[in-house]
């Protein structure tokens, strides 16, 4: 079994200061185009690899843009926002559009192969997975599959934070027109949600000045007692 370590990983798993870099993050509106290193590219995506997902079916792929000319073209159809093009490196989370019975296959077999062990615990799972989104439609397994990438996304973030690494999450764009311009029905996926990974832009980001605001605690959590 292989395993990638990243040196940067050690930094994420700072818990002491994590409520520090989630109030240093924002959504940058405005980034400088430098180039994110990559072994802390890496590191921010062996975090959302590390993500956990129901079943551990993983049932979404990322791709990574950092072509200029590439992402100048899906600077419309993600609305124009700037980021899409200033940001170092743009991360696509495309997500099955489909959980057949083919691809949770693959997964259970990928999984009795790496751990060189058959349970009849994996067998029961793999029957459970079937039919659970077997009597799901096909647009129920679609946003049941974006929530699951919503998850990795959230640790990208996070991760990028522990690197002091900025990111913006997009759902402002046209699915339809992205995946039709990456080709992503040749792979039986569909786009979710969009990151711009990349620096901030302290001179003309005017979202950097303002407070970030939250609900009040007690809107947002009901302890049940």
């Known amino acids: 079994m292989n395993v990638f370590h990243y040196p940067d990983l050690k930094l994420f798993l700072n818990m002491e200061n994590i409520i520090d870099l989630l109030n240093w993050r924002y959504a940058a509106k405005r980034m400088t185009g430098e180039k994110v290193e990559d072994e802390k590219i890496n ?22 843009i950092s072509d200029p000319k590439i992402k100048k073209q899906i600077l419309p159809i993600a609305m124009n926002q700037f980021a899409v093009t200033e ?44 039919q659970f989104f077997g009597n799901m439609s096909i647009e129920e397994n679609f ?3 974006a929530k699951q990438a919503n998850i990795a996304l959230g640790l990208a973030i996070t991760a990028a934070a522990s ?13 339809v027109a992205l995946d039709e311009f990456l080709d992503l029905h040749s792979k039986d996926l569909r786009s979710s ?3 711009a990974v990349g620096y901030r832009d302290t ?4 979202n950097l000045k303002n407070e970030k605001v939250r609900k009040p605690m007690a809107e947002f ?5």
Do not use: C
């Open 43 to 64: 590191t921010i995506l062996e975090a959302a690899h590390l993500a956990p997902s129901g079943i551990g079916l993983q049932p979404y792929e990322i791709i990574v």
């Open 87 to 130: 940001s170092s490196h743009l991360l696509v989370f495309a997500v099955w559009d489909e959980y057949t019975t083919e691809r949770i296959d693959h997964v259970f077999d990928h999984l009795i192969s790496v751990r060189n062990s058959e349970s009849a615990s994996y067998e029961r799972q793999r029957h459970f997975a079937k």
């Open 193 to 195: 949600m969009l990151l």
């Open 203 to 206: 001179e003309n980001d005017w």
């Open 163 to 175: 690197l002091e690494i900025d990111t913006t999450p997009m759902e402002g764009f046209d699915p």
């Open 221 to 225: 959590v009901t302890f049940y007692k």
């Open 143 to 145: 946003h049941h599959a």
